[in-house]
């Protein structure tokens, strides 16, 4: 991934993607401490390429290092800037962004005090986070082995790297397993989300899905919050159990790169008649409106990257 043409944006400069490197002595490769996002930019109808929800993402990034007590010394308009810069330098279209917030190799150890933070922000073209039939489909879950972070070890409103450590082991069983993701469970027993995803079920016609408690903040779960208020749908945040969303009618992830993907099945069940459900298809369906700029009562949501 490394060797390829393009820029990235390094510490407020742009730095040739080949050259944009740091030291193995950097002090987020060893402990994890650092903060990121995932963001998407779409080819809108009207507004040529806009970065979907860039301020959501922004801002969140900006809680991350705050919650993880990272010094930024960018402002968040700077950030903003820096992300519709990649896209046009790199003549992207469509783009999955990467932004983060890391240490530098000023000092190791944990109780190093004189680190730096440093900030990317990459982009690159991304089309499809599963395969792309998935999306019409749905795709196959199981319920991890491993639990997802407990409020008090780790910081469940960060996206922190080290946080992915659990993501990764999760996914990978799930991928061994012949599913194509893994579904954690909270430390009481109770669905939290994806490995980078969180989660929602459909029940007689109303949208469940689980309280913010351990799982991410999600800016696309949000999204679907507005989609379905503008469809009239009730959406309840509840504690779910597993055998819920074996009984559901509908289930779905949502996520920057995941995008709207149906789940068809769980641990072996097919979840309804085992493909995307009415509800689904019709948020999934908005949601590609949204972020293609069809949608006129939701233009906020767009930032074109034009100058
Ligand atoms: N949960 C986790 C663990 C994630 O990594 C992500 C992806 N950022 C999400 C949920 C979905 O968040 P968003 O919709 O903001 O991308």
Redesign the pocket.
Same mark, same amino acid.
């Given at each position: 991934f490394a060797d390829r043409d393009g820029v990235i944006w390094f510490d407020g400069e742009l730095v040739p993607w080949r050259d944009a490197k740091v030291h193995v002595l950097t002090h987020t490769l060893h402990y994890g401490m650092g903060v990121f996002e995932?963001v998407r930019a779409y080819e809108t109808q009207n507004d040529g390429t806009c970065i979907f929800k860039l301020q959501e993402h922004t801002n #969140?990034l900006f809680r991350s290092a705050h919650i993880m007590n990272m010094p930024v010394s960018w402002t968040k308009e700077q950030l903003n800037e820096a992300h519709k810069l990649v896209v046009r330098e790199n003549n992207l279209h469509e783009a999955y962004l990467r932004p983060m917030i890391f240490y530098g190799s000023e000092g190791m150890g944990l109780r190093a005090d004189n680190l730096k933070t440093h900030v990317i922000v990459a982009a690159w073209n991304w089309p499809s986070y599963m395969s792309p039939e998935a999306k019409e489909v749905g795709i196959k879950v199981r319920t991890s082995s491993y639990t997802r972070h407990h409020v008090n070890i780790s910081m469940c409103k960060a996206?922190a790297n080290g946080?992915y450590i659990n993501?990764m082991l999760a996914l990978k069983e799930a991928l061994d397993c012949g599913c194509e993701e893994a579904l954690l469970l909270d430390t009481e027993g109770y669905v939290a989300?994806?490995? =980078?995803?969180?989660i929602f079920i459909v029940r007689d016609g109303v949208i469940y899905t689980p309280e913010l408690t351990s799982?991410?903040d =999600?800016? !696309? #779960?949000a999204t679907i919050f507005q989609l379905a208020a503008d469809c009239g749908y009730t959406i309840k945040e509840k504690r779910i159990t597993r055998d819920e969303v074996y009984v559901a009618d509908e289930a779905f992830f !949502?996520? !920057?790169?995941a995008e709207v993907l149906p789940i068809r099945m769980l641990d072996g069940r097919n979840i309804g008649e085992g493909k995307r459900g009415p509800i689904t298809e019709r948020l999934q369906s908005l949601y590609f409106d949204a972020v293609k700029g069809r949608l006129d009562n939701h233009h906020d949501w767009l930032a074109p990257i034009a100058k």
């Open positions: 995932g #969140r996206k946080h993501s989300e994806g490995s =980078g995803e969180n799982c991410l =999600g800016i !696309t #779960r !949502t996520g !920057t790169a």
